[in-house]
């Protein structure tokens, strides 16, 4: 057989389960469409019986001698087309078997009568086997190369262009996280006074810890101070006050200044400041200042 006859006999495979939308080889779908050629299939044993109704057919239909050597072939008689297959034998023949009768009925009606047709047969069958035993990717490439890669340049394609989206959706995720991420910290500090160009609030980390040392020694010594005038004014007090009311001092500016802070704050204030106005707040102690549990509020300690 010439190289063109194999190829036509492929693309006659092919066009053939195409016409009979033919998912999966199996028997049953050979002999559904051998049926739908107009054969009536006759499966006969080795040792079929002279009186039997198989074989009074192949008597009259002249095909005696061929069911002795044969395993399947086809017949007409009385304008009627059979096919004979021997059903005494393996499972891969018997399937082979139906793919060779198939073959020759395909080969005689898309050729017509040649001596060729039995190889042409034999071709089909082989190819058809094949195709069965191949499995879905393989038959996909093998008898459509062009459909197929066509198929997986689609998918290659999908799946680009879905990797696209989700890349680029990455960044938008993190800015999201980090974003989160601030709120959660000012959340849990809200007393911390905000820094923007338009309040002419601007410090940096270096002038802030400078300002706080100089506020804690400033305090430092006016504690100190307030406190032996307040011991000199209880031992002089006549009145019998208490110890807190007679706490005074020599001049206005060395009054002694108290410090408050939220509950829930590390900055502390006095009296009067806008981060405190309307919050429940506590006295800080010099003892806390000096720990540091405390740093100075930077708009109403100045």
Request: glycine letters at 6%.
């Amino acid at each position: 057989m010439s190289h063109s006859g194999r190829k036509s006999v492929k693309k006659l495979v092919i066009k053939t389960l195409e016409n009979y939308s033919v998912t999966e080889i199996t028997a049953e779908e050979l002999k559904r469409i051998i049926l739908a050629n107009g054969y009536t299939l006759i499966c006969f044993e080795s040792n079929e019986k002279p009186q039997g109704a198989v074989f009074n057919l192949m008597r009259k239909a002249g095909v005696l001698e061929k069911a002795k050597f044969l395993d399947f072939f086809t017949c007409a008689y009385e304008e009627r087309h059979f096919a004979f297959l021997k059903k005494d034998v393996s499972e891969n023949r018997y399937f082979y078997g139906l793919c060779n009768i198939l073959g020759s009925i395909i080969v005689g009606n898309e050729y017509g009568e040649g001596p060729d047709n039995v190889i042409y047969a034999g071709e089909f069958a082989h190819r058809l086997a094949k195709i069965a035993q191949g499995g879905i990717l393989y038959n996909q490439f093998a008898l459509f190369p062009k459909r197929s890669i066509a198929a997986v340049a689609v998918f290659v394609l999908s799946v680009s262009v879905l990797a696209g989206k989700i890349l680029s959706q990455i960044p938008e995720k993190a800015a999201f996280s980090l974003l989160s991420s601030e709120n959660a910290v000012s959340a849990l500090a809200p007393e911390t006074p905000e820094i923007s160009e338009e309040s002419g609030i601007m410090q940096n980390a270096a002038e802030a810890f400078a300002y706080s040392g100089e506020i804690l020694s400033v305090t430092e010594e006016k504690t100190e101070e307030t406190a032996l005038q307040a011991d000199e004014n209880s031992e002089n007090a006549e009145n019998g006050e208490k110890e807190e009311n007679a706490v005074q001092t020599d001049t206005p500016e060395k009054a002694q200044t108290v410090y408050y802070a939220t509950k829930s704050g590390k900055k502390y204030h006095v009296e009067g400041c806008s981060y405190i106005e309307g919050k429940e707040t506590v006295i800080v102690t010099e003892k806390d200042i000096k720990s540091g549990k405390y740093t100075p509020c930077s708009r109403c300690i100045v």
